[in-house]
């Protein structure tokens, strides 16, 4: 009989303070890296998938049966829109917070440089490695023959901040994302991630 694994608190309080180690030895700069490295390596460890139609992908996002969502629950709320309800590295950033305090100011330093130096979109050092994951992870996935495009619109640490890309940026995906700017304020009041997926036509 299977039994479900549950989250150690043992080990998510570990793993960030793993990524303190790090950044004691190797600076932010090497944080940074080490996260977009590890996500890059499990993205490159999941198998390729095509689908025949942008429905049948959908679907098996929502669904969870795509390699897109191994890791979170999204929702679809248009045709190339999309949220998180519930960013995956929640539950460890509370167990952290519940144990140790509040998390180590390493955490957005790192998240700082991300944006400064590979995109603007990380509320929390966890975004580095979930938005890495799932760019590369898009780059398996074909749909109609056609590749999978991903594009990060807005985030929410766990604080509740709000971090969206320079507005020209952001009204360029909101267009892809087929919603409108007060749809995309309100979805975040509820979820922790917006991002589009979509093909190229």
């Given amino acids: 009989m299977s039994e479900d694994i549950e989250s150690n608190p043992f080990v998510d309080v570990s793993v960030f303070l793993f990524f303190e180690d790090i950044a004691d030895k190797q600076g932010v700069e090497g944080f940074t890296n080490y996260m977009v490295s590890q996500a890059e390596s499990l993205a490159m460890s999941v198998p390729e998938e095509e689908y025949d139609t942008w429905e ?3 679907n098996a996002v929502v669904a969870g ?3 897109f ?3 979170e629950n999204i929702k679809q709320i248009s045709k190339y829109g999309f949220v998180t309800e519930e960013c995956p590295f929640s539950k460890a950033i509370s167990e952290y ?3 140790l305090g509040t998390m180590n100011s390493v955490h957005d330093e790192a998240k700082d440089h991300y944006n400064h130096t590979i995109q603007p979109s990380a509320a929390h050092s966890g975004c580095m490695m979930h938005q890495t994951y799932r760019q590369e992870v898009a780059k398996r996935i074909k749909i109609g023959g056609k590749p999978l495009n991903y594009a990060q619109i807005a985030s929410k640490a766990y604080a509740g901040n709000v971090v969206t890309p320079p507005e020209s940026w952001k009204k360029v ?3 892809k994302a087929g919603i409108s700017e007060t749809q995309g304020f309100m979805e975040m009041r509820e979820n ?5 997926l979509y093909m190229d036509e």
């Avoid at 922790?192 to 589009?196: E, W």
Wanted: glycine share 0%; proline share 0%; hydrophobic share 55%.
């Fill in 173 to 175: 995906l909101l267009e």
């Fill in 65 to 67: 049966e795509s390699v």
């Fill in 97 to 99: 917070i519940k144990r």
């Fill in 56 to 58: 049948d992908f959908a």
């Fill in 192 to 196: 922790a991630c917006l991002f589009a």
């Fill in 69 to 71: 969502s191994s890791f």
